[in-house]
Structure formats: C-alpha cells, structure tokens
T-cell receptor, first 111, second 114 residues
Framework: KQEVTQIPAALSVPEGENLVLNCSFT??????LQWFRQDPGKGLTSLLL?????REQTSGRLNASLDKSSGRSTLYIAASQPGDSATYLC??????????FGTGTQLKVEL | KAGVTQTPRYLIKTRGQQVTLSCSPI?????VSWYQQTPGQGLQFLFE???????NKGNFPGRFSGRQFSNSRSEMNVSTLELGDSALYLC?????????????FGPGTRLTVL
C-alpha cells in the first residue's frame, strides 16, 4: 500500500525567504505526481503536474522535482509572499486517476 | 472556461438520513472522482467515474455510492448517515482516465451530520 509523507507538517517563514517542501512515498511505481495548495475551508488548486517521464516542472516562482528511485519529490518556492500561506499537498497516482495524498504541509509566510 | 462546480456548498443532516451531492466537471472533461477530507484521515479516494462507468473504488462502505450522467455530471449519495460522515467532500475532473492526467478540484461540499 502506497504511503505518502510530507515533512515538515507545519512551517513558518518570513516574507522573501526561499523554501523547500518535501514529499516522500514508499512505492516508486508511480505514474505522476501533482502538487496542490488548499486554502482554509476551500477546494484544492493544482500547482504543478510532473509526469512519470519528467524530472521537474516549473511555474513562476514554483519548481517541483521528482526522483522516483529515491521516492521523493520537492516543491521549491522562491521569494515567498504572505499570499503563499496555505496547506500544500502532494498527490500521486499508480495508474488511473486515483490520487493518493500526502499528509500536507501547512505554510505560513509572515510579513 | 468555468471550473468544477459542486452543489450544495453546505449541508446539515441528521443521523440516519441520506444525502446527494452533485458535481459538474469542466466542460469537455469526462472523468469525475470523489474524495472525502477529514481532519483525522486527510484526503481519501471514494470512487472515479468515466463515461458513466465506475472505474475505480476506494475503501468505503456500500452506503457511499455514485453515478455519472451522459453529460459527465456526477452525483454522490450517502445513505444512513453517521456522525463520522461529517467531512468536506471534493470532486475532481480530468479530461480522460488513465495516466498523466492533471486533475482539477471543485470548492467542495461541507457536510455536517448531527
């Protein structure tokens, strides 16, 4: 059974800092990995999708990498802003559209 | 292009009742998946529908059921509600099923069971 863990569970940083969120998974037989953000009480917003044949994806200040052999993905946020405060979730599929979600990292960016 | 819409946004029910939630996917998307989110269990997969057929099912009791219509809209039904069914129910749509599909989520339906 696939287990997905995100470390740290919570993170507080000053505005402008670069930061890295981690996602670890136990079964490397995955097809793709998707990063989401969730604001309190809201749905999920897709940030980046890394397909199985890719090693990384970039969108604006966000960069996500995937290393299937080591069972790890990282989300890098450059020059963090208060608007980045949210819970970040990684999710992966082993085929089909069933997503297995990580435990989430709650990020707070302070002024 | 409109995003994924879910109705209603909030529901309050009592134990033993049943409830139906609705999800309209992004135009052109044919796959709809449902998830339950609770503070204790996080996000858990309920089921996926593609072209009116259930493609995959999570580990939930038979009280949880769903269906998909020919226009790709989907409904989820929970019968004989229990207190533990209180959760945020999210649906996600994707253009197709299979691999390498980006999924887009709706705002969710907050269900409270009293």
């Amino acid at each position: 059974k696939q287990e997905v863990t995100q470390i740290p569970a919570a993170l507080s940083v000053p505005e402008g800092e670069n930061l890295v969120l981690n996602c670890s998974f136990t079964d490397s037989a995955i097809y793709n990995l998707q990063w989401f953000r969730q604001d309190p009480g809201k749905g999920l917003t897709s940030l980046l999708l890394i397909q199985s044949s890719q090693r990384e994806q970039t969108s604006g200040r966000l960069n996500a990498s995937l290393d299937k052999s080591s069972g790890r993905s990282t989300l890098y946020i450059a020059a963090s802003q208060p608007g980045d405060s949210a819970t970040y979730l990684c999710a992966l599929t082993g085929g089909g559209n069933k997503l297995t979600f990580g435990t989430g990292t709650q990020l707070k960016v302070e002024l | 292009k409109a995003g994924v819409t879910q109705t209603p946004r909030y529901l309050i029910k009592t134990r033993g009742q049943q409830v139906t939630l609705s999800c309209s996917p992004i135009s052109g998307h044919r796959s709809v998946s449902w998830y339950q989110q609770t503070p204790g269990q996080g996000l858990q997969f309920l089921f996926e529908y593609f072209s009116e057929t259930q493609r995959n099912k999570g580990n939930f009791p038979g009280r949880f059921s769903g269906r998909q219509f020919s226009n790709s809209r989907s409904e989820m039904n929970v019968s004989t509600l229990e207190l533990g069914d209180s959760a945020l129910y999210l649906c996600a749509s994707s253009f197709r099923t299979g691999v390498n599909n980006e999924q887009f989520f709706g705002p969710g339906t907050r269900l409270t069971v009293l």
